[in-house]
T-cell receptor
Framework: EAQVTQNPRYLITVTGKKLTVTCSQN?????MSWYRQDPGLGLRQIYY???????DKGDVPEGYKVSRKEKRNFPLILESPSPNQTSLYFC???????????FGPGTRLTVT | RKEVEQDPGPFNVPEGATVAFNCTYS??????FFWYRQDCRKEPKLLMS???SGNEDGRFTAQLNRASQYISLLIRDSKLSDSATYLC???????????FGAGTQVVVTP
């Protein structure tokens, strides 16, 4: 089954404790992207990747890091999480020529 | 001004009626346009891509107006299951950068 998986689905953590949210897709998609969704603000792009070892900033990259060492995986790293990073996070992937994205189920992150 | 704007609604629509709403974008060089639906903070799902000539998929019709810089979505014969938030997405002519509107909520009532 074609899918995008994210782990963990729910996470409560404390300020400053490094965490990684994993994202994996099995569709051989070149393009992958991370978004955060906050009430009233819609989805905002954090980082995206056009292919292996090619990443770029979206609209809200501050406080986040990503890597793309393999085509299928695109982890999101929060080196020192802060309460303003409490949000619903989505990973998505698509063919680079279409941008018709498939989304993962989301990760609800709470930073206290 | 936001780069992609949508009327947040809600649009309250009787079952069987037609509803239409727009999404405006600021960058005239934008290349690709999409409509997604999202249910109750679940993951967005692609509804349709929007082509220059307009396109139709069953009860859903999408149009692109480049001159006025907006895309539209029309839903005919609305079903209760069409109740959702509809998100427009624009590729803002910058390689890989995608902008989402904040969404239009549609509520179909019996």
């Amino acid at each position: 089954e074609a899918q995008v998986t994210q782990n963990p689905r729910y996470l409560i953590t404390v300020t400053g404790k490094k965490l990684t949210v994993t994202c994996s897709q099995n569709m051989n998609h070149e393009y992958m992207s991370w978004y955060r969704q906050d009430p009233g603000l819609g989805l905002r792009q954090i980082y995206y990747s056009m292919n292996v070892e090619v990443t770029d900033k979206g609209d809200v990259p501050e406080g986040y890091k990503v890597s793309r060492k393999e085509k299928r995986n695109f982890p999101l790293i929060l080196e020192s999480p802060s309460p303003n990073q409490t949000s619903l996070y989505f990973c998505a992937s698509s063919l680079a020529r279409t941008y018709e994205q498939y989304f993962g189920p989301g990760t609800r992150l709470t930073v206290t | 001004r936001k780069e992609v704007e949508q009327d947040p609604g809600p649009f309250n629509v009787p079952e069987g009626a037609t509803v239409a709403f727009n999404c405006t974008y600021s960058n005239s060089a934008s290349q690709s346009f999409f409509w997604y639906r999202q249910d109750c903070r679940k993951e967005p799902k692609l509804l349709m891509s929007v082509y220059s000539s307009g396109n139709e998929d069953g009860r859903f019709t999408a149009q692109l107006n480049r001159a006025s810089q907006y895309i539209s979505l029309l839903i005919r014969d609305s079903k209760l299951s069409d109740s959702a938030t509809y998100l427009c997405v624009v590729n803002m002519a910058s390689w890989g950068k995608l902008q989402f509107g904040a969404g239009t909520q549609v509520v179909v009532t019996p």
